[in-house]
């Protein structure tokens, strides 16, 4: 059984780094269609009717106190720091309003799995399903299997009017991806002044 909310923000230090395998390569200029999400804040979000800057950043699965993380889960290459990575966009959530950005977390986890998260790690947006998974096939998002399950990987979408404008992929560490979504979204800001 997991030993509470610390076993989660620690990363291990040898982590595995996963590797650019060209699996988000297609997804820079694509236009998202209209494929409303439910949220853990209710109601639905569709993506792709989103005025502004919206960035996704999309998480396997998060770890839950009462229960433990599948059989060999830190040696799958970009799978371990869902909870780390959802931190760091807490942490970050104002700076990245400030950029003019709003944020959202997306994992093929259900709501009700997804709110439990959501309110024990205080996150101040909605976390999205996409349990069945109309997102990720219609995107063309990355995913893997574990226990039967098709769980997405790691990346961070950058959606400007409903068009991926900037992917991040593969992200490592998940703890430093709110800072470096951050950092580009500055420099995009100074280019543009």
């Known amino acids: ?3 509470g909310m610390d076993n989660f923000l ?7 780094e996963p590797t650019d395998d060209g699996a988000a390569d297609h997804l820079p200029g694509r236009h998202l269609a209209p494929l409303p999400l439910a949220s853990t804040s209710g ?13 996704v950043y999309c998480y396997p699965m998060t770890g839950r106190p009462d229960r433990d993380l599948p059989p060999g889960w830190d040696e799958i290459p970009g799978a371990r720091g869902c909870t780390p990575q959802s931190c760091s966009f807490r942490d970050h959530h104002e700076e990245l309003g400030e950029l003019g950005a709003r944020v959202f977390g997306l994992s093929t986890q259900d709501t009700e799995y997804q709110r439990e998260a959501a309110e024990r790690l205080h996150l101040p947006f909605a976390l ?5 998974l109309t997102f990720a096939e219609g995107v063309g998002l990355p995913t893997f299997e574990v226990e039967g399950d098709v769980l997405v990987k790691r990346l961070t979408m950058i959606v400007d009017e ?4 900037k992917v991040f992929y593969p992200v490592f560490p998940p703890n430093e991806s ?7 979204l500055s420099a995009r800001d100074e280019l543009e002044e």
């Open 128 to 132: 999205l399903s996409d349990e069945d």
């Open 178 to 184: 709110a800072q470096r979504v951050v950092e580009w």
């Open 1 to 3: 059984m997991a030993s």
């Open 10 to 16: 620690q990363l291990p230090a040898d982590l595995p």
């Open 162 to 165: 409903g068009v991926i404008s």
């Open 43 to 55: 109601g639905r979000v569709d993506l792709s009717a989103l005025p502004g800057l919206t960035v």
